[in-house]
Structures are given as C-alpha cells and as structure tokens.
Nanobody, 123 residues
C-alpha cells in the first residue's frame, strides 16, 4: 500500500482557484490509479476525479467537469487537483486515495487514504 498526504487547502472566494497536492510515499506509486473525493459537513463522501496509473486517462464527476483537472507527476510521486471557478458548493474536506482499478467512484474500491485537506469557498 501507499501512504498519502494531502496539502493545499484553504479559504478562497467564489470564482477563485486552488491547487491540491497529494504526496505518496513508497516506490509503488506508479502501480495505483488515484482519485480525489470530498466530504461536505453532514454529507457522504463523494467522488470527484480519478486518474489512471499512466496518467493518460482521467475521469470526473459531472459537477466539476471543465473546472477541475487531475494530474500526476511520477517523478515527484504526487497527484494534483487543480480547481478553478470554485463555487460555495465545492466547500468540503478533500481526500486523495489509491486504487488498484481506474475510474472507480465508490470509496470502498480505494484502499489507502490521506488525512484530508479543508477547502472553503466563500460567496
């Protein structure tokens, strides 16, 4: 398994941008597909985006398409989530996670999780 640590969250006004990073430990980074999830207060954890092991394929939930971009850097063992045109409804704790399978949207398909980073979008 891989250990994951997120960073980059914060407070931003609506329409602004943030870039989240998720650093992975270990030499097995390239073996895993990676995903970003988020969980708003009082709500279930929901899928945001996923990227394949090679980085050549990406998949997004409809509500973030055209605004968020997931990418990965194998040399740095890091996955990113670039978030543009942020909306108050994007406010949540954001988690990265690793999976053996690509484009899975169910959290139970992911086997390692980071601790999360808070993103707050003010109106």
């Amino acid at each position: 398994q891989v250990q994951l640590v997120e960073s980059g969250g914060g407070l931003v006004q609506a329409g602004g941008s943030l870039r989240l990073s998720c650093a992975a430990s270990g030499r097995t980074f390239s073996r895993y597909a990676l995903g970003w999830f988020r969980q708003a207060a009082g709500k279930e954890r929901e899928f945001v985006a996923a990227i394949s092991r090679s980085g050549s394929s990406t998949y997004y939930t409809d509500s973030v398409k055209g605004r968020f971009t997931i990418s990965r850097d194998g040399a740095r063992n890091t996955v990113y989530l670039q978030m543009n045109s942020l909306k108050p409804e994007d406010t949540a704790v954001y988690y990265c996670a690793s999976s053996t399978y690509y484009s899975r949207t169910d959290p139970s398909d992911y086997n390692s999780w980071g601790q999360g980073t808070q993103v707050t979008v003010s109106s």
